[in-house]
C-alpha cells in the first residue's frame, strides 16, 4: 500500500522538554509500537494511526536519503546508530529528535528495532541542517539518477565533514553534539 506524501510546512512543533518519543519496528520497519510522547509529537490521535506503518511516515522529505542508508547498514550489521533527525507530523509540521535505535534479537534472528528519541538541542539542529544540506546538494549533484550512488556519494560527504570537525566516527560527533547542546 502506498502512503499518501504529506506536504510540509516551514512550522516547527516544539516538543515537551523531557519528552521521550520510543517505538517498536519489525525487521521491515513497520511500527509495531509506539508510546504517548510518539503519537502526540508525531500528530496521531492513536497508536492505530501508526500501528503496522512503515516507520518511513515520518520520514521528512527535506532529511539526505545517505542518513538513511547509513542507519540501515548499521542496524543491518546488528549494531546501534545515534543520529539527528527531521521528523514530519501528520500536518505536515516537523520536528527535531536525536535518536538511538538497537536491532532487537531473539534465538541469533533479527525480530525487529526499538528507537528511543530526545528532544534536539538548538545548537545541535543548526549544526545539523548544514551538515544534512551538504548531504542533500551531494545527492542532487549527481547527473545520473542512481539512490546507491547518491546515498554512497553523500555519506562518504558525512564521513569527511565529521572528521573536519575532528572526529573519527559519525556516532562520536552526533553524541558529542547532543551532550554539548545539553541533552540528557
Not at 49 to 64: F, Q, S
Given at each position: ?55 518511513r511516515v515520518l520520514r521528512h522529505p527535506w532529511m539526505p536519503r545517505g542518513i538513511y542508508h547509513l ?84 555519506v562518504e560527504e558525512l564521513r569527511a565533514m565529521v572528521r573536519r570537525f575532528g572526529y573519527e566516527k ?15
Amino acid at each position: 500500500m502506498k502512503e499518501r506524501a504529506v506536504t510540509p510546512t516551514e512550522r516547527e512543533f516544539s516538543l515537551r522538554e523531557h519528552a521521550l518519543l520510543v517505538s517498536r519496528s519489525d525487521p521491515n520497519g513497520f511500527i509495531t509500537y509506539a508510546n504517548r510522547d510518539l503519537l502526540e509529537a508525531s500528530g496521531y490521535d492513536d497508536l492505530h494511526g501508526l500501528l503496522n506503518r512503515p516507520h518511513r511516515v515520518l520520514r521528512h522529505p527535506w532529511m539526505p536519503r545517505g542518513i538513511y542508508h547509513l542507519m540501515w547498514k548499521k542496524l543491518k550489521a546488528g549494531k546501534e546508530f545515534f543520529g539527528f533527525f527531521k521528523n514530519i507530523r501528520r500536518d505536515g509540521d516537523h520536528y527535531w529528535v536525536f535518536v538511538h535505535v538497537l536491532p532487537e534479537a531473539h534465538q541469533g534472528k533479527n525480530v525487529g528495532f526499538i528507537a528511543s528519541r530526545r528532544p534536539a538541542p538548538f545548537a545541535a539542529v543548526q549544526k545539523m541542517e548544514r551538515v544534512y544540506e551538504r548531504m542533500n546538494e551531494v545527492e542532487r549533484l549527481l547527473t545520473t539518477y542512481d539512490p546507491l550512488k547518491q546515498c554512497t556519494a553523500s555519506v562518504e560527504e558525512l564521513r569527511a565533514m565529521v572528521r573536519r570537525f575532528g572526529y573519527e566516527k559519525y556516532s562520536h560527533f552526533v553524541r558529542d553534539l547532543y551532550e554539548e547542546g545539553g541533552g540528557r
